[in-house]
């Protein structure tokens, strides 16, 4: 793996060949990841992994003509190869008055700010395995527990560079450190599993392994015995861990692309208030240690704070430069990359702003509804917004959690569920959506 320097150093080189090849723009992004896991199921060492990728994408414009290409070979003549070829395919490519570099004159400018990505700390095999070892030990110490589908713990590093032939060229490096812990309780037919599991980019903002393998352990024996739902409306109340999903419908929605296609529920609602005014969902990609947290985006230009949903509207679509054009705006600096290919569109650390009442507030005057801990299925209609997923979770009954149900279905259209959200106030800051407890009145819910 290459440093953030020779990264971009490297990525610059290939701009170069591409240039001599023929081509009258181009940018190359870099991407390399190495990571190592150890998995310990029922007090045994079940797996080592160990994996190392590294891989150069080149884009290039032959006026409006472009193509991608990409390979893990950084070896000089497999980037000769590489440029020629990219040209080669951009000319008999068909032309695209949308293609092109971000605006010149909207680049960032290094230096770049240093959001603390990266931790010293580098866990050897052999703490990775303690590590592991106590997560599903304090799991299985939980009475109730029959079995274990294992604990990993894992560390990886990454980095990430893009140059371009106006004028950008910019790196940077990620650590990430990882704890999971999946369990089994009761036996046969009435066997039920569950998880615990947080990551972060320093090793010390983790959870102990105990307090992962004590979660995971509690969250399985309060899904024994699972009732079932009668079908009807009734009010659904969502865990946080699941809550950034229906934010994620949401920013999917938003997406600059989706809107020029005409392929989004969304469309023609720019200015019209879809939540209640006092709901506030905001952007942070400059947050310290954040999940997501980025310099600039895919395609070099700054990245900044905002807020995505103010007042109860949304404040505008999230925009490359292809679908801006295409739009007649700016792009956001939400431009995303993968090896080889034109940008996407991706958000860095996401939160929906906590509310005023506890979760207990929230549900007190819930007579029948549903907690909602798990969902399954991508049942989600991005045209018309029509939404139906599989779930599992916990009666409501009086205002108070009552038993476990599952096998049901909560369906909705995401339009009427934004305008009936209501947040709690448990918001926490470990993920990259991060959403307190919610609650949304009038969904549907198939059981028996």
Request: aromatic share 4%; glycine share 12%.
């Amino acid at each position: 793996m290459l440093s953030p320097e020779a990264a971009q150093d490297r990525a610059g080189a290939l701009i170069e060949r591409a240039r001599r090849a023929g081509a009258d723009a181009a940018d190359a992004v870099y991407h390399a990841d190495s990571s190592e896991s150890i998995q310990i199921r029922l007090g045994k060492l079940e797996d080592v992994e160990r994996s190392e990728s590294e891989h150069i994408g080149l884009r290039v414009f032959v006026g409006r003509r472009s193509a991608s290409i990409g390979t893990s070979d950084l070896s000089d003549n497999a980037l000769d190869e590489l440029a020629g070829r990219a040209v080669d395919m951009a000319r008999a490519a068909p032309e695209d008055p949308y293609a092109g570099l971000a605006p010149e004159d909207m680049l960032s400018q290094s230096p770049f700010p240093d959001f603390d990505l990266v931790d010293q700390d580098e866990p050897s095999p052999q703490d990775l395995r303690e590590t592991a070892e106590q997560a599903e030990d304090a799991a299985r110490a939980i009475a109730g527990v029959t079995n274990s589908e294992g604990a990993t713990a894992g560390a990886g590093h990454g980095i990430f560079a893009l140059a371009t032939s106006h004028g950008f060229a910019g790196s940077y490096a990620t650590t990430s450190h990882s704890i999971s812990t999946t369990v089994v309780a009761g036996e046969g037919s009435g066997m039920q599993r569950d998880y615990a599991w947080r990551q972060a980019h320093h090793r010390g903002d983790l959870p102990s392994p105990g307090e992962i393998g004590q979660l995971a352990g509690e969250r399985t024996i309060a899904k024994l015995k699972p009732g079932r739902l009668k079908s009807g409306p009734m009010p659904v109340v969502i865990d946080p861990r699941i809550g950034g999903t229906v934010i994620g419908h949401l920013i999917n929605a938003m997406s600059g692309s989706s809107i020029a296609r005409r392929a989004s529920y969304l469309l023609d609602r720019l200015e019209e208030q879809l939540f209640d005014q006092a709901i506030l969902i905001a952007e942070d990609p400059h947050r310290q240690r954040g999940l997501r947290s980025r310099p600039f985006d895919g395609e070099g230009l700054a990245t900044s704070g905002r807020n995505l949903v103010e007042g109860g509207s949304i404040t505008g679509w999230l925009m490359e430069s292809a679908s801006a054009r295409q739009l007649g705006m700016q792009p956001t600096g939400h431009a995303s990359r993968g090896g080889a290919g034109a940008p996407g569109v991706s958000v860095s650390n996401v939160h929906l702003a906590a509310g005023n009442v506890t979760p207990d507030e929230l549900m007190a005057d819930i007579k029948e509804g549903v907690y909602v801990t798990e969902l399954f299925g991508m049942g989600v209609n991005g045209v018309t917004g029509d939404y139906s997923r599989g779930a599992s979770g916990f009666r409501i009954v009086d205002g108070e959690r009552a038993g476990p149900v599952a096998e049901f279905t909560v369906a909705g259209n995401l339009l009427k569920m934004f305008a009936a959200l209501t947040p709690a106030s448990d918001l926490e800051w470990h993920r990259a959506i991060n959403v307190p407890t919610i609650r949304i009145d009038g969904m549907t819910i198939a059981g028996d």
